[in-house]
């Protein structure tokens, strides 16, 4: 509730007019197009962690432990 009180509409608004003015009208499509292609380069990194962490887990499941030294 606290913060859709903050992020409302008259906030958006505001935010995309001083970007406007802060970046200019042209800059603004290539700073949102770096920022969805940053974006799923990130949740691409995640995959790929996710599906190494997975495989490193099954990988040592099934490998024997070592005996304990006595």
Avoid at 33 to 42: D, H, I, P, Q, V
Wanted: glycine share 8%; aromatic share 6%.
């Amino acid at each position: 509730m606290f913060l859709a009180e903050i992020f409302g509409p008259d906030l958006l608004i505001v935010v995309i007019v001083v970007a406007v003015l802060v970046f200019g009208g042209s800059a603004i499509p290539k700073l949102a197009r770096n920022l969805g292609s940053a974006k799923a380069e990130f949740e691409k990194g995640v995959k790929t962690a996710k599906e190494s962490q997975a495989t490193a887990a099954t990988d040592a499941s099934e490998t024997k432990p070592d005996e304990p030294a006595s």
